[in-house]
């Protein structure tokens, strides 16, 4: 049975989405922006930032199902420019350690808000 999951820290969603859903054993994010919980959105600030910005959004969506950073099986992140790749890769490795899950990245025309990087995991209950 599906169930949504809405960070209540997190902003409220851009659109007609939920933060995440589970099945009680999976659960999917949305694509995390580097939007503050405030709603402001950090398009402006270097990669590093806007990389801990999203990674946070994320961390509150995982807290929320009672997960952490340790039970995401996959990431995928998009970046505007894959240039920023290496300093992305900084900031993701201080949040997922020395044994990160599977990632994939990939480098789009566009996000919304005009931001520069939107991660996004699947996670699982052991």
Do not use: C, W
């Amino acid at each position: 049975m599906r169930r949504t999951i809405d960070a209540a820290e997190n902003a409220d969603a851009l659109g007609p989405y939920s933060h995440g859903a589970t099945d009680g054993h999976l659960v999917f994010t949305a694509g995390q922006i580097p939007v503050t919980p405030a709603g402001d959105v950090l398009s402006d600030e270097p990669i590093g930032v806007q990389t801990a910005q999203s990674l946070a959004n994320v961390q509150r969506i995982l807290d929320e199902a009672d997960l952490g950073f340790k039970d995401v099986l996959k990431v995928t992140v998009y970046l505007t420019t894959i240039d920023d790749l290496e300093v992305m890769n900084e900031v993701y490795q201080d949040h997922f350690g020395p044994n990160p899950p599977p990632r994939t990245a990939i480098q789009v025309a566009r996000l919304a808000a005009d931001a520069d990087i939107e991660i996004e995991v699947v996670a699982t209950r052991r």
